[in-house]
């Protein structure tokens, strides 16, 4: 008993390596969220149209979708460390480049070279995490993680357009470069965990399974569910804003911050005491509750009670896949699964955009395009209902063939 305490001592959650890899998170998503709504506005005043606008965004997050099954390989077979560095300083190197550039064609080349930048350097630092958070732990250690994401989600884009309004868009630049090198520099003193040895397999692997993660598949499949409806709130909260006569729609954003805040530490240690479900299910059924409102909201209070209830689900859905991702996995495949794990939640914002772009054209309503989301909510119940009544069987018929 002495013994098994001391063990659990030898592995507390607040290390330094912990500190360090949240603080790098945060300064390269800080760096990261100042530039979504100011590059757009810069390539506009450039003289860009439309579609070179939503090139902007397209090209990067398309890069770093097929940069992430490759990150994920590199890093079981490299380490940590070299994976992150080149993906950080690929990512300072850009955002210092975007000052040097008058051309869109110019600009759209670099949005491309750091979309992989940084789905090396995202993918690397969740699985850093994922290597240093005690395993009894590790709902609460990713919920906690992913505090860094929020705070930058919250407080960066105000800052960017506000910079870009008062000093103009080569302050935000400045800034942002600056955070991206500290990024780096935090990134240096981690302790990173030695890679562990590559199990060789008894056949070849095919192409997919060695860039993809298979035990990662059913999470990232869940996360792609939720990541749809978030493409389709990021994208498109301000027109729906717009035709619904809400003139303020930042307010959803800051409240569904703050409930995430205070969301991710409670439901980490639920799915540490309680497993997955007791996370997954609730917060499924509040997100759906969240958009369901969000749909009929008309004023600032009714947008902001639907933010708070979009940020219990959303504060409880991601980090607990997170975390179920990287149990799932075996320690030498880490790095693969979360690059099956990152390239979901890309794809889910890029689809959801596009997806609920053309539903919204069609239907002639944001409104109807949010309550039409939910279906994916409802996918999101139906895989994994399906997957607990798998497992519930998979009991029963093991009960059975004991007695």
């Not at 969301?263 to 479900?277: A, E, H, I, Q, S």
């Not at 509750?289 to 947008?303: D, F, N, R």
């Amino acid at each position: 008993m002495k013994h098994s305490n001391a063990s659990k001592r030898q592995k507390p959650l607040w290390t330094k390596t912990f500190l360090l890899t949240s603080l790098s998170n945060l300064l390269l998503f800080f760096s990261f969220q100042m530039l979504i709504p100011t590059i757009p506005t810069h390539v506009s005043q450039l003289g860009g149209n439309d579609v070179q606008v939503g090139l902007v965004i397209g090209v990067f997050t398309i890069s770093s979708l097929l940069t992430r099954p490759f990150a994920g390989k590199a890093l079981d077979r490299f380490g940590r460390k070299h994976v992150l560095l080149v993906g950080l300083s690929i990512c300072a190197l850009t955002i210092a480049g975007y000052s040097y550039m008058a051309a869109i064609t110019l600009i759209l080349a670099a949005r491309f070279v750091h979309g992989i930048g940084w789905g090396m350097s995202t993918t690397s630092l969740g699985t850093v995490i994922a290597d240093i958070i005690p395993a009894q732990r590790r709902g609460e250690g990713m919920g906690y993680y992913g505090l860094s994401n929020t705070f930058a989600l919250a407080l960066a884009p105000l800052t960017g357009l506000w910079l870009m309004q008062k000093y103009g868009f080569p302050r935000v630049l400045l800034l942002s470069t600056c955070l991206a090198v500290l990024s780096i520099v935090s990134s240096l003193f981690i302790s990173y965990p030695k890679a562990l040895p590559l199990e060789k397999p008894a056949q070849k692997p095919n192409l997919v399974d060695r860039l993809l993660e298979r035990s990662a598949l059913l999470p990232s499949a869940l996360l792609l569910c939720t990541a749809v409806c978030y493409g389709g709130i990021v994208t498109f909260i301000t027109l729906f804003g717009r035709e619904a006569g809400i003139s303020n729609v930042g307010w959803f954003f800051l409240c569904n911050a703050g409930m995430v805040l205070i969301v991710r530490p409670v439901t980490g240690v639920l799915f540490d005491r309680k497993g997955p479900k007791w996370v997954l299910l609730p917060g499924a059924f509040f997100t759906i509750g969240g958009l369901l409102l969000l749909s009929y909201a008309h004023s600032e209070a009714s947008l902001a009670v639907a933010a708070l209830c979009y940020g219990v689900g959303f504060g409880s859905l991601q980090p607990a896949l997170q975390a179920w991702t990287i149990s799932r996995a075996a320690p030498n495949r880490r790095g693969a699964a979360s690059g099956t794990f990152f390239s979901a939640n890309d794809l889910g914002i890029g689809a959801g955009a596009m997806l609920l772009g053309a539903i919204a054209t069609y239907s002639g309503s944001y409104a109807v395009m949010y309550r039409v989301s939910i279906l994916l909510m409802i996918i999101f119940l139906l895989i994994y209902g399906w997957c607990l009544w798998q497992a519930k069987r998979g009991v029963h018929l093991m009960q059975r063939a004991s007695s």
